[in-house]
């Protein structure tokens, strides 16, 4: 829920706000990678539960849900706690996903200390899976065929253990300026648009396009979102199935780099990086005409372009679908009261609760069923033109057939590229200068 993966600010899993703000949600870097070694041998020690105090005060079991962001939960866990009569939830919220990921490491090591339920991002998942004996298996035939395939691959380990439940996701689709459209010439009406871009080759041309005729404002956000949002149709970039890197030989990491890089010094790119102040502030200039739309992404342009009007939403993404950012719930074997928590969270991943959460906070749901609830398939924003952005994403998701494999040095080396393009936008570094210099640091890396 909200990456940012580059950060998505208001969203769970991979809303911005919880990401680190380069385009990638903030996967487990070398830090997180070595306290997640330790979890050999902290599964070796004495679980003691999800805190010091399991029991509340009227003898009711007390669980806890560690979430960051915005899961949409409040409403749901009043609910649940009125329908209980030995158990009563607490949940434990973290203003950004690095708060929370740096809490869930720490306490994963120390083999102690987690809540009964802890939300995960799907960027964190590979290094997760690697140790997937520190969370309980949730399989379950009664969940099975719940969530969209890829969503339930991407958390299961290679001896079929689910380790996690999906919550939401970030199919992709494309935000624009339709006032902005007009003036290039270009087709504001949301179906012509979804035509006009289903190619990358497609959506630069416009872009080429729309700078000569409409030379105050560019064509897109940001360079290195841009990227991110092509490398999240790819499914291997940096590294394989069996963790080898492969980003200084994979020619799809080469033409992701190329492309933007070109592109950008041709100014179709604000060339600022997501997240950044002069970014946020830009939404307010008419800077620039279309930036990558995953659902989590819509309630940050609308509050960033507060008092902007022309923003809507196409039913298309260049080159194919792609989901940016997700989350999952996890029950830790530290917990002492599994059973409990993992009916909890099979109850707040169920797609009625899914439902609402969507409602409270525009999650966007992965459960098949809540895909079809007329809440969620038939909802309309009005900021976006009274966009049926309900409809457009459900078809975004549905679409997608993977997620991408972002294994345990993905992290690292997606900073890595993320700043040898923000090298070339800054005018410090060529593009081939760059890109020596990426592979430099990939080689470091290891």
């Avoid at 604000?270 to 800077?287: G, I, M, N, Y």
Wanted: net charge negative; glycine share 8%.
């Amino acid at each position: 829920m909200q990456t940012h993966d580059a950060a998505r600010a208001p969203h769970p899993g991979g809303a911005p706000g919880r990401r680190s703000r380069t385009g990638t949600r903030g996967g487990p870097g070398r830090k997180a990678l070595a306290i997640l070694a330790t979890l050999a041998l902290a599964s070796t020690l004495a679980a003691c539960g999800g805190g010091d105090d399991d029991e509340s005060a009227d003898g009711k079991i007390r669980l806890t849900v560690a979430t960051f962001n915005e899961f949409g939960y409040e409403d749901l866990i009043t609910e649940y706690n009125e329908m209980q009569d030995e158990v009563v939830v607490e949940q434990k919220k973290a203003g950004q996903a690095n708060e929370h990921q740096d809490n869930l490491y720490t306490k994963l090591a120390a083999g102690s200390g987690l809540s009964d339920i802890e939300a995960i991002e799907v960027d964190w998942l590979a290094a997760l899976m690697q140790q997937s004996d520190a969370f309980v298996d949730l399989s379950d035939p009664e969940v099975e065929g719940r969530w969209l395939d890829w969503k339930t691959e991407a958390a299961t380990t290679d001896d079929g253990k689910l380790i996690g439940y999906g919550t939401d996701v970030g199919p992709q689709a494309l935000c624009y300026r339709a006032d902005l459209f007009e003036k290039a010439g270009l087709p504001t009406d949301r179906e012509e648009v979804a035509k006009r871009f289903t190619t990358w080759d497609d959506y630069f041309e416009a872009g080429s396009e729309f700078v000569e005729k409409v030379p105050d404002a560019v064509w897109y956000d940001s360079s290195g979102a841009t990227a991110q949002a092509m490398i999240n149709q790819t499914q291997y970039t940096f590294e394989d199935e069996d963790d080898n890197v492969i980003a200084a030989d994979n020619p799809d990491v080469k033409r992701i780099f190329d492309t933007v890089t070109s592109y950008s010094e041709q100014g179709l790119s604000t060339r600022l990086p997501q997240w950044e102040e002069d970014w946020v502030s830009s939404f307010q200039k008419d800077a620039f005409a279309t930036m990558a739309c995953p659902g989590w992404m819509l309630g940050v342009i609308e509050g960033n372009s507060e008092g902007v009007e022309g923003w809507d939403v196409a039913g298309v993404f260049p080159g194919g679908p792609g989901v940016w950012g997700g989350s999952y719930l996890t029950v830790p074997e530290q917990g002492e009261h599994q059973e409990e928590a993992i009916a909890l969270a099979k109850w707040l991943t169920a797609p009625e609760q899914q439902a609402k959460a969507y409602t409270a906070k525009a999650t966007f749901p992965s459960q098949v069923e809540a895909l079809e609830d007329p809440v969620v398939a038939e909802s309309k924003r009005e900021f976006f033109n009274n966009a049926p952005v309900g409809q457009i994403l459900v078809q975004q998701a549905k679409a997608i057939e993977f997620i991408p494999y972002k294994g345990p040095k993905f992290a690292d080396i997606n900073t890595a590229f993320q700043q040898a393009i923000q090298r070339v936008d800054e005018g410090q570094e060529s593009p081939d200068e760059a890109w020596e210099s990426f592979l430099a640091d990939v080689e470091r890396l290891g």
